[in-house]
């Protein structure tokens, strides 16, 4: 069982926004700013998106923004693309100075 | 450009032992940590644990789960780092990636990985 909570999937159409949720604890998400979204291609290596709760590395498309209340954090792409179907994971660094991740999300775009 | 490439992976027996190597460039390789991630087929990504550089005296963490069986080792003359895993259990079957980490931030994200190596523990 993962440490992070995810839904197991979120589908919407083209053009459309989503959201992944992503629940933790006062010892992860809850304390610190420290959350990463990552995007899973079949047979690919993960691809950052989102760090530090909110940011993009260069060349991220800005269709992806991530926030965060309390222990949950969330990752949101709006102008859903077709490429933009793949599995989405959490992770964020813990007060125990390990790292989790959450269980994934698989997106469908309809 | 910041590569990575994991090796040593292979079929492996229930009870056995493998080596994973994980070779580095592109970036100074004796000033970050090196992390590892696996993922099962059809499971989701799991921190397996860090190996720091000796600036923070080489200290490793390793998640609960492989505390133990698992060991991280690095050579900086050779810009690698290593996975020994040992008693070596099915559900151990997965791809592990290494990944390059900013030593001195814990808040760095995990931005460069590795293509990953297979391991498969069956008899």
């Known amino acids: 069982q993962s440490v992070l909570t995810q839904p197991a999937s979120v589908s919407g159409s083209p053009g459309q926004s989503i959201t992944i949720s992503c629940t933790g604890t006062t010892s992860d998400i809850g304390a610190y700013n420290y959350v990463s979204w990552y995007q899973l291609h079949p047979g690919k290596a993960p691809k950052l998106i989102v760090y530090g709760v909110g940011d993009r590395p260069s060349g991220v498309s800005n269709r992806f923004s991530g926030s965060k209340s309390g222990n949950t954090a969330s990752l949101t792409i709006s102008g859903l693309q077709t490429e933009d179907e793949a599995d989405y994971y959490c992770s964020s660094y813990t007060r125990n100075d390990t790292w989790v991740f959450g269980g994934g999300t698989k997106v469908t775009v309809l | 450009e910041v590569q990575l490439v994991e090796s040593g992976g292979g079929l492996v027996q229930p009870g056995g032992s493998l080596k994973l190597s994980c070779a580095a460039s592109?970036?100074?390789?004796?000033?970050?940590?090196i992390h590892w991630v696996r993922q099962a087929s059809g499971k989701g990504l799991e921190w397996v644990g860090r190996i720091r550089s000796k600036a923070n005296s080489v200290a490793t963490t390793y998640a609960a789960s492989m505390k133990g069986r698992f060991t991280f080792s690095r050579d900086d003359s050779k810009n690698t780092a290593y996975l020994q895993m040992s008693s070596l259990k099915t559900e151990d079957t997965a791809i592990y990636y290494c990944?390059?980490?900013?030593?001195?931030?814990?808040?760095?994200?995990?931005?460069?990985w590795g293509q990953g190596t297979l391991v498969t523990v069956s008899s």
């Open positions: 592109g970036f100074s390789f004796s000033g970050s940590a």
């Open positions: 990944i390059r980490h900013n030593d001195f931030w814990s808040g760095y994200p995990l931005a460069d």
